[in-house]
Nanobody, 124 residues
């Protein structure tokens, strides 16, 4: 059974940083591309970032490019999202996703298994 467990969310002031983690099990982590998506109150799911199975290629939504960094540890089966210079508009529930293939495709960034999410609130 695929399991994805996000952690690391919380309340942070604008300009602050958080690092999200996604602990995975139930599948061969190193063979799948992964992504982070988020959902703000009253809005749909938004793709945030994606990474190939080997970690060599990453992609970011324009809204977070230059502020967020996605990474993975294939030895520990963990996906990360380092978020810097956070803004109030980053407030959302963040989910990690196990995607279908090994190469990240932005067109399929929201297709696959999703965890339960972790709340990120950016407010002064």
């Amino acid at each position: 059974e695929v399991q994805l467990v996000e952690s690391g969310g919380g309340l942070v002031q604008p300009g602050g940083s958080l690092k999200l983690s996604c602990a995975t099990s139930g599948f061969r982590f190193r063979t799948y591309a992964m992504s982070w998506v988020r959902q703000a109150p009253g809005k749909g799911i938004e793709w945030v970032s994606g990474i190939d199975n080997d970690g060599r290629r990453t992609r970011y939504a324009d809204s977070v490019n230059g502020r967020f960094t996605i990474s993975r540890d294939n030895a520990k089966n963990i996906l990360y999202l380092q978020m810097n210079n956070l803004k109030p508009e980053d407030t959302a529930v963040y989910y990690c996703m196990k995607l279908i293939g090994s190469v990240f495709d932005v067109r399929a960034a929201k297709t696959g298994n999703r965890g339960q999410g972790t709340q990120v609130t950016v407010s002064s």
